[in-house]
T-cell receptor
């Protein structure tokens, strides 16, 4: 089965609040993680990535935290805006049998209320 | 710079038929990956091509195949279509490993 999953399928926040989207992974050997945003009718859009030698990485209004002890990944969005409404996926680079692929979680739907 | 383009955007086929989907990557990107997205299974990796060679492969049956041309454009083919093949098929191109830029997808419906 999938090695990457999400705790919550939906998240609703008020405009201006901070959002936290969580992701659990099961492969302790995973060394690279990515967050994607997918708006309705569009393909996923790269948001931010993090390697396993880091605990935290910041982008514009977004922060990804990696806790390797509990195999947990989170995406924090500061001052959430209506344009942030989308489905967010975490993805894990899976290396097995000489092949590499990205394994995606099921996604969390973020709704931002004005 | 133009983004990833996929054609056609929508397609309706019947069981048993075959289908070919096309993807044009961002200029300069040599890696093209294909994914299947369904409500039940989510986003699943099909295969990745780099310089006309399949570099990585997911866990899909042999009915799913692909190829890449010298200009990096890629096609994927699904033979003997099944109802369960109905999905959004996404193509992504990348310059750096796994920093992928996705196209809008092709919505395939199998009747």
């Amino acid at each position: 089965g999938e090695s990457v999953g999400l705790h919550l399928p939906t998240l609703s926040v008020q405009e201006g609040d901070n959002s936290i989207i969580n992701c659990a992974y099961s492969n302790s050997a995973s060394d690279y993680f990515i967050w994607y945003k997918q708006e309705s009718g569009k393909g996923p859009q790269f948001i931010i990535d993090i390697r396993s030698n880091m605990d935290k990485r910041q982008g514009q209004r977004v922060t990804v935290l990696l806790n390797k002890t509990v195999k947990h990944l989170s995406l924090q969005i500061a001052a959430t805006q209506p344009g942030d409404s989308a489905v967010y996926f975490c993805a894990e680079r899976d290396r097995q049998g000489g092949s590499e692929k990205l394994v995606f979680g099921k996604g969390t739907k973020l709704t931002v209320n004005p | 710079k133009a983004g990833v383009t996929q054609t056609p955007r929508y397609l309706i086929k019947t069981r048993g038929q075959q289908v070919t989907l096309s993807c044009s990557p961002i200029s300069g990107h040599r890696s093209v990956s294909w994914y299947q997205q369904t409500p039940g299974q989510g986003l699943q990796f099909l295969f990745e091509y780099f310089s006309e060679t399949q570099r990585n492969k997911g866990n899909f049956p042999g009915r799913f195949s692909g190829r890449q041309f010298s200009n990096s454009r890629s096609e994927m083919n699904v033979s003997t279509l099944e109802l369960g093949d109905s999905a959004l098929y996404l193509c992504a191109s990348s310059l750096r490993p796994w920093e992928q830029f996705f196209g809008p997808g092709t919505r395939l419906t199998v009747l």
